[in-house]
């Protein structure tokens, strides 16, 4: 009987390897360390989530979350390697173990979370889809877009909500679609689309770099909910939590206000036992996820917390894309957002 027992569980792990399933019973976390860097996967350079600046180096808002887990398991943000994988390939890239992480403006569905052997974790980013039109066609509201052509990325929610809109308000929209967003973009600006449609703060970072921005505007109408966030290989709990704690420790070191700048002064001298724990003076937070003490401490030192990353990418820094922060679904809920860090303890 027991060795029954153990035949079947040999079979079904056996059937689950076949099966490509590799997350089953894969350590990400002990590969990554073999490797000696993190493979990380964005998409082609946009403005505020992964884009490149004139000496190659990749910069934004999901760039941040590759490096805070680089630096969580290596102390170094640099042990990584960036991987620029196409919209319609990201999630088979994932699932087959060529990345170890997804980090490139996903949306969180509930058909991609149960069907493509991949694990959402915490949203960096809350989005919602909407339009660029030009300005001299006159459209003002969306139910202007009766019988228009759209220009729209394929194997993206957006396609998806994009016939969705059309339906519920009969408008037969066409759907143009593009692998390559700047295809899809320059196929607008040369008049072969009467708008685009894209996640709105992707919609902010390309029209900036339009070449005049003033002819072309962002409709108000949001038109979907868009959780843009990491993820992982399923069925591996413990990369699961150093990639979700991760998360989580740029967001509770902004509500503890600890800083890039301010870290090593609040390690050393902070009475709130809240950030002692976080930064590893106190406690073995770092144990269970089989990391070392310093691990959240690391990601603040070279990262720094998730407000000094929205502000210098998204927002109004030097490589920002201009998005108010205040006010939105990515302020911290203690301001009226969503960005909340369960308690480190
Ligand atoms: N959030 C949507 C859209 C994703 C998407 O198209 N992201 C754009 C930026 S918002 C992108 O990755 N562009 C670069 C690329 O296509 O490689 C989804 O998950 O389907």
Known sequence: MKLRTKITTLVGLAALASMGVSGAFAQTLEIVKE?????????????????????????????????AVASAVFGDKSKLEIQSVTTQQRFTALANGDSDLLSRTATWTLS???????????????????????????????????????????????????????????????????????????TYLNGGCDAVTADKSALAGNLAA???????????????????APAVRQNDSQWANIVRWSVFALINAEELGITQANVDEMRANSKNPSVLRILGAEGELGEGLGLDKDWAYNIIKNVGNYGENYDRFIGDGPQGIGIAREGSLNALWTNGGLMYSPPMR
């Open 112 to 186: 991609r979370d149960t069907r493509l052997g991949l694990d959402f974790m915490p949203p960096n980013f809350y989005d919602g889809q909407g339009f660029t039109v030009r300005k001299d066609s006159g459209i003002t509201n969306a139910m202007q877009l009766k019988g228009a052509k759209v220009c729209v990325t394929t194997g993206t929610s957006t396609e998806l909500n994009l016939t969705d809109f059309s339906r519920e308000n009969d408008l037969g929209i066409s759907n143009v679609t593009f692998d390559d967003f700047n295809v899809r973009d320059d």
């Open 210 to 228: 339009f070449p005049v921005p003033a002819d072309h505007m962002i409709l108000p109408i949001t038109l979907s909910k868009e959780p843009l």
């Open 35 to 67: 490797r000696g860097h993190l493979r990380c996967q964005v998409g082609a350079p946009t403005p505020g989530f992964y884009n490149l600046d004139s000496d190659g180096n990749w910069y934004g808002i999901d760039v941040a979350i590759c490096q």
